[in-house]
Nanobody, 116 residues
Framework: QVQLVESGGGLVQPGGSLRLSCAAS????????MGWYRQAPGKEREYVAH???????DYTDSVKGRSTISRDNAKNTVYLQMNSLKPEDTGVYYC??????????WGQGTQVTVSS
């Protein structure tokens, strides 16, 4: 069982930045992949980015060049640094972990609102 707790969301003006954190209850080096997803009001949850245990990263096109996903194994934490935020980045951001045994775990989410 892996518990994930997200933090770092909030209200930010367009063009601003936020750093989201996802703290895991287990050592993340044992987790194959950790990722971020988001869900805007009235829309389905969508993929944002992920980082593998080997440090490989991937981003959806809409955040590529504006966001950086990273991991701190010592703190069992994954981060998503988001810059040049746009109103369309608004949503609840969820952390997801995929273990080597195929287990998938989600956090409770953190709200990001981009508005002037």
């Amino acid at each position: 069982q892996v518990q994930l707790v997200e933090s770092g969301g909030g209200l930010v003006q367009p063009g601003g930045s936020l750093r989201l954190s996802c703290a895991a209850s287990t050592r993340i080096f044992s987790i194959n992949r950790m990722g971020w997803y988001r869900q805007a009001p009235g829309k389905e949850r969508e993929y944002v980015a992920h980082i593998t245990s080997g440090g490989n990263t991937d981003y959806t096109d809409s955040v590529k060049g504006r966001s950086t996903i990273s991991r701190d194994n010592a703190k069992n934490t994954v981060y998503l640094q988001m810059n040049s935020l746009k109103p369309e980045d608004t949503g609840v951001y969820y952390c997801r972990a995929t273990t080597s045994l195929g287990g998938v775990y989600w956090g409770q989410g953190t709200q990001v609102t981009v508005s002037s």
